[in-house]
C-alpha cells in the first residue's frame, strides 16, 4: 500500500496533510483553550495546556512516522506504541494513552499488540524532543530512521508478552479507577440531593 507520507516528504508537509486529514485545523488544535475527546455517550473536554501540547505536537509526528489514523483504532495503536517505548516525563501522553489502550484491549486487541510489540523495539521522540523549528528541515523518512523503524516487525519474546500484561492490568485498573470515582460522585451526589430535599 502506498504510504500517505513518502519518506522524501518533509515533517512541514506531512504535519500538514495530517491536520487536514484529521479534521484538526491549521493549527493542529495546539492553540485551542479546551480539547475535546469523542467519547460515547458525551465527549470529554479538559483543559488544553502547555505540558498537554508540548506531548501531542510529539504525538502527531508518531502518528505520521507510523502512518496510524486518528480513529479508534488508531489511537489504540498509537498509545499501544508510545506506552511500549515509553511516554518519559509526559504525563498527558501516559494518562490520554493508557485511557486508548484499554479501550484497544477490548475492541481491537490484534492491531494494539502488533503496535505494543514494534514500539518495544523502537525509540520516540518523548525522551529527547524534536525543535518545531526543524520541521521543514527533516523528512519522514529521517524521522522513521531516528524512531528505528527499519526491518520487519519483531517476533514476540517473552519480555515483550510479560510488558503487554502488565499494561493490560494498569490499563483495566486505571479504567476501574475512573468509573468507581465517576460512580461515588453520582451516589453522593444523589445522597445529597435527597438529604436536601428531606
Not at 78 to 86: L, V
Not at 132 to 154: C, F, K, Y
Request: aromatic residues 14%; proline residues 5%.
Amino acid at each position: 500500500m502506498k504510504p500517505r507520507y513518502p519518506n522524501t516528504m518533509t515533517l512541514a508537509q506531512a504535519r500538514s496533510i495530517f491536520f487536514a486529514s484529521s479534521r484538526l485545523g491549521d493549527d493542529g488544535g495546539y492553540n485551542a483553550r479546551w480539547v475535546r475527546v469523542e467519547t460515547r455517550p458525551w465527549p470529554v473536554y479538559f483543559p488544553n495546556t502547555a505540558c498537554r501540547v508540548e506531548a501531542a505536537k510529539l504525538h502527531d509526528l508518531h502518528h505520521i512516522a507510523m502512518e496510524y489514523e486518528t480513529d479508534w483504532a488508531g489511537e489504540a495503536e498509537i498509545a499501544g506504541w508510545e506506552i511500549a517505548s515509553g511516554c518519559g516525563r509526559h504525563g498527558w501522553a501516559w494518562l490520554l494513552n493508557l485511557g486508548a489502550f484499554t479501550i484497544g484491549l477490548a475492541l481491537f486487541p490484534k492491531r494494539l499488540y502488533r503496535a505494543f510489540l514494534r514500539g518495544r523495539h523502537a525509540a520516540n521522540l518523548y525522551h529527547g524532543g524534536f525543535a518545531e523549528s526543524n520541521l521543514a528541515n527533516h523528512t519522514v523518512g529521517w524521522l522513521r530512521e531516528r524512531l528505528q523503524m527499519a526491518g520487519p516487525d519483531p517476533e514476540a519474546r517473552p519480555g515483550d508478552k510479560l510488558s503487554f500484561a502488565f499494561w493490560s492490568v494498569v490499563g483495566v485498573a486505571y479504567h476501574g479507577a475512573w468509573v468507581i470515582g465517576g460512580l461515588g460522585c453520582v451516589f453522593g451526589l444523589v445522597a445529597l440531593a435527597r438529604k436536601t430535599l428531606l
